[in-house]
């Protein structure tokens, strides 16, 4: 039995049938009005904080969007299959620049993320989160920081949902290790 769909989700849902009937702007409009903000913060978070070049990488997710929406069967949230096609913008820039996927990160640019309540929590988790294996980080990034449930993740990501979880699972373990002595200092 399917899950039922929650509202943010229907009106996507309504959202992308107007366009694909009517063809109506505003309703494309409305679309990337919900989405643009989480699809640019995917993006800065993959690139390592590179605003400029996820902006760049965005346009091309959202060009993409008009010309392939009606490849969107409703098999997952319209959310995730969003995310799925920034996440394969995002390899393919990486192929086509011929850049490694491990570039080293612009830990000051990416470390403006609201992750913690203090700035040194912020920095000492970003620089753990950095030394985690691409996957690892990446599927940490997915659904704590984007908020997909691990099936969604998985689809994004193109791995199998127990794949997805595991490394979840090692990449929290890694963090909890290497930040459990945690302690701010104060001068």
């Given at each position: ?150 099936e969604e993740a998985a689809q994004v990501m193109g791995l199998p949902l127990g794949t997805l979880k595991s490394h979840v699972q090692r990449g929290k373990q890694r963090l909890r290790s290497w930040l459990q002595d945690w302690k701010e200092?104060?001068?």
């Amino acid at each position: 039995m399917a899950e039922p769909l929650d509202p943010e989700d229907r009106l996507d849902r309504l959202l992308v049938r107007r366009v694909l009937d009517t063809g109506e702007a505003q309703a494309f409009e409305q679309l990337l009005r919900r989405h643009q903000g989480l699809v640019r913060a995917q993006l800065r978070r993959l690139l390592h904080g590179d605003a400029a070049q996820a902006d760049e990488l965005a346009q091309e997710v959202f060009l993409r969007l008009w010309r392939k929406l009606d490849q969107y069967r409703g098999e997952a949230r319209f959310a995730t299959w969003l995310f799925r096609l920034a996440y394969t913008v995002f390899l393919e820039s990486r192929r086509k620049s011929q850049l490694p996927l491990e570039e080293d990160a612009d830990l000051e640019g990416a470390a403006g993320a609201d992750l913690g309540p203090s700035p040194a929590l912020r920095l000492d988790l970003q620089q753990a989160l950095e030394r985690l294996p691409r996957p690892e980080r990446q599927a940490l990034m997915h659904c704590a920081e984007l908020g997909l449930s691990h099936e969604e993740a998985a689809q994004v990501m193109g791995l199998p949902l127990g794949t997805l979880k595991s490394h979840v699972q090692r990449g929290k373990q890694r963090l909890r290790s290497w930040l459990q002595d945690w302690k701010e200092t104060t001068p």
